[in-house]
C-alpha cells in the first residue's frame, strides 16, 4: 500500500511507545536466537498461578451453569458496568475499609490502562479558556503506559525524585520531592502506581496524603493505580493503606489477579469524576465486555479472589524478589556502585548501577551477549524533559521466570556488570 496519509493524532497514537518498542526487539531477538536458551528477564505478563487459574475456572463454569448466562453474553449493558461486579465491589470495600461506597462510586473499564487514557485526557490538556492542563506524575520513574495516553504530549509533566541511598547494603529507594513538586489551578489530574511498575516502590501513606492534600484546593483528581495494590492482588511486601475519598480514585486492575486476557479495571471515586470518565467510556467502546465481568464479581463476593492474591500470589511474588536479593548480594562486586531499589511490591525488580559506563540499551545489548534479556529502564521515565544520567542506568528486571532462572541470570548479569566496569577502570 502506498503511504497513508495520517492525522497527527493517528501519526502520534499509532507509533510504538515505551516498552513495546523494546519488546519489538526482544521478541526478534527470541526468534532469531536459534537453539540459543535465553533467561528472559523481560515479560510483563503475569505467571499463571494454577491456584488461580482454578478460581477462573470455577467461576467460569458456575456462570455456565447459572440461568445468567445468555444476559451476561447476550446483551448490551451500562456503560457503567455489569451491576453484579459494581454490587461486588461495593460491598467489599465498604466492609474491608469501612466506607459508605455506593455504585454511583464505582467505575468498570477494558483494562485499567483505558481508565488512565479517559483520565489524561478528560482533565489533562488544553481547557475551554486555552490553558494548557498537566498531567502529573509526582515521581520518575513510573509505568511506561502513561507515556502514551495523553492525546496532547506536551501535558505530560514527571518530576525527579530524591534518592535514599544505603550505600553499604547496596539498596536505594526513591522518595518523591515535595521541594520541587508542583500540583496548582495549572494542574488537570495527578496519576502514580502504588506498588510501583517498574521499581517496586511503596509511597508511603504519609507521602500519598500530602500528595492528596496539595491536589485538594484545586478540586485536582488523583488517580492512585493501584495494579498490585491490596485488596486484590494484594502484591505488596510492605504495609500500606489504600487511600480513598474526597478527589482521590482508587484504580483497580484485575490483570496481576489472573485475569488479563480479560481486561478488567476498576475505578472507585468520587461520583462526579465517575460520570465523566463513563461518557468517555460511553463515546469509546460503549461498555467494558461482560463475561470477564460476571466471573470477576462471583471472585469478589465469594471472598476467594482477596484470599488467594494473599495467600497465593503475594508469596509467590515475593519468594521470587528473595531468591535475587540472594544472588546479587552473592555475586555482584562489592566495589561497584551498583544498588537494588527496595522490594516493596509489584512483580519486578530495579536496579541502578551509578556511572555505568555505557547507556541502559548498550547494557542490554550486553546482557543479550550472554542469553540474558532485561528491560532497559529508560523507557520508565515519561514525561521527565530535564537530563539526568539516572535515566540511563537502570535496569528492570521481571520476578516471573523461575527461581533458577532468576538466580542464574542475576549470576550472568554480576559478571557483565564486573566486565563493563573493569575495561574503564582498565583506560583510565
Ligand atoms: C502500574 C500499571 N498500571 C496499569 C497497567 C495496565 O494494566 P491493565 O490495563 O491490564 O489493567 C499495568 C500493566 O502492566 C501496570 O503495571
Redesign the pocket.
Known amino acids: 500500500m502506498t503511504s497513508l496519509h495520517l492525522a497527527q493524532l493517528g501519526a502520534q497514537m499509532s507509533r510504538r511507545t515505551g516498552v513495546r518498542a523494546i519488546m519489538k526487539d526482544i521478541i526478534e531477538t527470541l526468534r532469531m536466537g536459534g537453539d540459543r536458551q535465553f533467561i528472559n528477564l523481560s515479560a510483563?505478563n503475569p505467571v499463571v498461578l494454577p491456584e488461580v487459574e482454578q478460581l477462573w475456572r470455577d467461576c467460569t463454569q458456575d456462570l455456565l451453569n447459572s440461568p445468567d448466562y445468555g444476559a451476561v453474553v447476550g446483551r448490551y449493558g451500562s456503560s457503567q458496568g455489569y451491576a453484579p461486579l459494581i454490587e461486588a465491589v461495593c460491598q467489599d470495600f465498604n466492609q474491608r475499609y469501612g466506607l459508605e461506597l455506593s455504585d454511583r462510586h464505582i467505575l468498570i473499564t477494558p483494562?485499567?490502562?483505558?481508565l488512565?487514557f479517559y483520565a489524561a485526557n478528560a482533565f489533562g490538556g488544553t481547557d475551554a479558556e486555552g490553558n494548557l492542563r498537566k498531567i502529573v506524575l509526582p515521581l520518575s520513574p513510573d509505568?511506561t503506559?502513561y507515556g502514551g495516553v495523553s492525546l496532547n504530549q506536551d501535558a505530560l509533566v514527571a518530576y525527579q525524585p530524591k534518592l535514599e541511598i544505603d550505600a553499604a547494603a547496596h539498596r536505594f529507594k526513591y522518595r518523591p520531592d515535595f521541594s520541587q513538586l508542583q500540583i496548582d489551578e495549572q494542574t488537570g489530574c495527578v496519576i502514580f502506581?502504588r506498588p510501583?511498575?517498574p521499581t517496586g516502590n511503596v509511597l508511603t501513606d504519609a507521602e500519598v496524603q500530602q500528595i492528596a492534600q496539595m491536589a485538594a484546593p484545586h478540586n485536582v483528581p488523583v488517580f492512585i493505580?493501584s495494579?498490585?495494590a491490596p485488596p486484590y492482588p494484594a502484591l505488596n511486601f510492605t504495609e500500606m493503606t489504600p487511600l480513598m475519598g474526597a478527589n482521590v480514585v482508587h484504580c483497580l486492575?484485575?490483570?496481576?489477579a489472573g485475569l488479563?486476557g480479560e481486561?478488567?479495571?476498576i475505578a472507585i471515586g468520587d461520583p462526579e469524576i465517575i460520570e465523566v470518565l463513563e461518557g468517555f467510556q460511553t463515546n469509546l467502546c460503549i461498555h467494558s465486555a461482560r463475561y470477564g465481568q460476571a466471573i470477576a464479581a462471583q471472585a469478589i463476593t465469594s471472598g476467594r479472589l482477596a484470599e488467594i492474591a494473599e495467600t497465593v500470589i503475594r508469596p509467590h511474588y515475593q519468594a521470587k524478589f528473595t531468591v535475587l536479593e540472594t544472588a546479587l548480594d552473592e555475586a555482584m562486586p562489592a566495589d561497584i556502585p551498583w544498588y537494588l531499589h527496595r522490594g516493596e511490591g509489584?512483580i519486578f525488580a530495579w536496579l541502578w548501577f551509578d556511572e555505568l559506563p555505557m547507556t541502559d540499551w548498550e547494557l542490554y545489548q550486553e546482557l543479550k551477549t550472554v542469553d540474558v534479556i532485561a528491560v532497559p529502564g529508560s523507557t520508565f521515565f515519561p514525561g521527565l524533559r530535564i537530563d539526568w544520567p539516572h535515566k540511563q542506568q537502570c535496569l528492570r528486571i521481571s520476578l516471573t521466570a523461575t527461581p533458577a532462572e532468576i538466580a542464574e541470570g542475576m549470576a550472568r548479569l554480576a559478571q557483565v556488570v564486573q566486565r563493563v566496569y573493569s575495561q574503564v577502570l582498565a583506560t583510565m
Open positions: 510483563g483494562g485499567s490502562q483505558s488512565y509505568y503506559g502506581s510501583c511498575n493505580d495494579a498490585y486492575s484485575l490483570s496481576k488479563p481486561r478488567i479495571g509489584a
